[in-house]
């Protein structure tokens, strides 16, 4: 995939016919479950998510578009990833965008139990736009990219659009850097307990001179975090290490101990 493993996390978008291929012949849906295309979007989609989690994913596509034509906000996530991913499919970050978009444009009612899917919309096309869609008319565009991560932090209070966010701040990513900024989306972020905001944050203000904490920051970090966040967080951490005195280095770890058995991030 060239621009979005969001982590996860994304959903959402009615189908246009044309552009996810329903004006092609149907495959026919299973005949001994009693679903047909012209069945109601919740049994399509229940059937598409039986058909996936058995292995049958070219049964679950079909299903998925079905529903989703009909406008079964599910059916759209499911769809949305699985061109995302390639899963099933072919992968087509192009069409993944497109199902993303429109459901972004079509917005949440306050309360919906639909703004899970809203919310990893926007999530997955601020990745696209960080980066862009080779071959597509997506392009980088890093304002587009930071507003939408914007919209989700302050909006919905999202951590992982929080730790994103302030990371375009801090670089003056689609718009101008602010320090100040970027240390309170990092540190929003950092105390809903993402483990990469604790270590971007650490650094930051380690940089500035509050050495023990930006220490204790980047080593709660290091303990929590993914393994793959874990290489760049322990570079990160040591390198503030090896210029701190002794004295800091112990109060510091100290601290980080006691953060860590009292849950602290």
């Known amino acids: 995939m060239q621009t979005s493993r969001l982590a996860r996390t994304g959903l959402f978008g009615v189908v246009l016919a ?21 069945s109601g979007p ?27 034509e009909k406008g079964h906000p599910g059916a759209r996530w499911a769809l949305a990833n699985m061109y995302a991913y ?29 703004t899970g899917y809203f919310v990893n919309a926007l999530l997955s096309l601020a990745t696209y736009y960080q980066k862009g869609i080779p071959g597509s008319p997506v392009q980088a565009n890093l304002g587009a990219a930071r507003q939408l991560y914007f919209q989700a ?55 500035e001179g509050q ?23 322990r570079a990160m951490q040591e390198r503030a290490f090896s210029l701190a005195d002794e004295a800091d280095r112990r109060t510091a770890i100290a601290l980080a101990q006691d953060m860590l058995a009292k849950g602290l991030n």
Do not use: C
């Not at 390639?86 to 639909?114: C, H, T």
């Open 42 to 68: 919740f049994d399509l989609f229940r059937f598409g998510f039986s058909a996936y989690k058995n292995g049958r994913k070219d049964e679950a596509v079909e299903a998925y578009k079905y529903a989703a």
């Open 18 to 38: 044309v552009a996810m291929g329903l004006g092609a012949p149907a495959m026919a849906l299973d005949p001994n479950a009693g679903v047909t295309r012209e």
């Open 86 to 114: 390639g899963d099933g499919v072919v992968e087509n970050d192009y069409e993944a965008f497109k199902i993303y978009d429109d459901i972004a444009r079509q917005g949440v009612e306050p309360g919906s139990q639909d």
């Open 153 to 207: 932090a302050s909006a919905f209070g999202v951590p992982e659009a929080q730790y994103r966010l302030g990371r375009m701040i801090l670089e003056g990513e689609g718009g101008a850097n602010d320090i100040q900024q970027a240390k309170k989306w990092l540190n929003r972020a950092r105390v809903s307990g993402h483990p990469a905001a604790a270590a971007v944050l650490g650094n930051v203000v380690f940089e």
């Open 211 to 233: 050495t023990v904490r930006g220490l204790a920051f980047m080593t709660t970090a290091l303990e929590r975090s993914t393994v793959s966040d874990k290489v760049w967080i």
